[in-house]
């Protein structure tokens, strides 16, 4: 059974929430809440939740006051948050989980059975990735220039400009890097598509996502075959052909 402990300095926020747990998930036990920093420590340290919901902004206080407070993040972690798209990019570059306000039922269900099935969540939250997030947080403009993977060991966080395709493997993402290694991902290769392509990454088929920045040869074809810098040749989609031709300005 999972114990699940909320911070939120609205009552009507945790009630809400907790309602919903208590409804869709009867089998999750509730180890209680709090309205501020100083009783979530509390609360966490003598519950030991299995999950924290955590509030970003506390009038005044943040989550990550919190959580920088902690000797270790030893709980799976979801923020529950109302800020705008450009800190949701943040939490999907920093594989931590989050909900935004006003919840949705289906994605809270979808977040708690990530953490039952220990699918996207092998091992909780770094606190590498949450430094990375809050930095990404307190400055928006700020080009994403690492990724966190998470992978069947833990998390793995590597610089972007390091990762020369992405491929589809079933409901898997395999990373080919720049030091020939290869990182297995437990996210799908739709996940990084959708923050991905913001960073000069191309859909070139349906099973491949490349680096712009690491193509060295195009071959011409129907659809054509793209020579990345590792010397892979990648299969180009003739739906996407001229698009890639155009990125590249490259002419017929």
């Known amino acids: 059974m999972l114990k699940a402990f909320i911070v939120d300095d609205e009552i009507q926020s ?24 100083e009783d979530g420590l509390k609360g966490i ?16 206080e943040t989550g990550f006051d919190l959580l ?8 799976a972690l979801i923020f529950t948050t109302a800020f705008d798209q450009y800190a949701v990019k943040a ?31 092998p091992q909780p939250v770094s606190k590498l990735q949450v430094e990375q997030l809050y930095q990404d947080i307190k400055n ?13 060991e833990g998390f793995i966080v590597i610089p972007i400009n390091e990762i020369v395709y992405c491929h589809a493997n079933s409901n898997y993402t395999e990373f080919y890097l720049t030091d020939k290694k290869c990182i297995l991902s437990s996210y799908t290769l739709k996940q990084y598509d959708e923050i991905l392509t913001a960073q000069s990454f191309f859909r070139a088929h349906r099973s491949y996502l490349i680096n712009l920045s ?23 989609s003739r739906t996407h052909k001229d698009e890639f031709l155009h990125l590249l300005n490259i002419k017929r």
């Open 14 to 37: 945790r009630n809400i929430l907790s309602n919903m747990l208590q409804q869709y998930f009867p089998e999750m036990s509730l180890a209680g809440g709090a309205s501020n920093i």
């Open 91 to 121: 939490f999907r570059f920093n594989a931590i989980d989050y909900l935004l306000k006003p919840i949705i039922i289906d994605e809270l269900i979808g977040a708690v059975n990530k953490v039952k099935q220990h699918a996207v969540f």
């Open 45 to 60: 340290k003598e519950y030991r939740p299995d999950i924290v919901f955590l509030d970003i902004q506390m009038k005044g």
């Open 214 to 236: 690491h193509v060295k040869m195009y071959k011409r074809g129907e659809g054509g075959e793209i020579v990345m810098s590792n010397g892979h040749q990648i299969e180009l």
């Open 140 to 152: 928006p403009p700020k080009i994403h220039d690492k990724i966190a993977i998470p992978t069947a």
């Open 68 to 75: 920088s407070r902690l000797p270790a993040i030893d709980f």
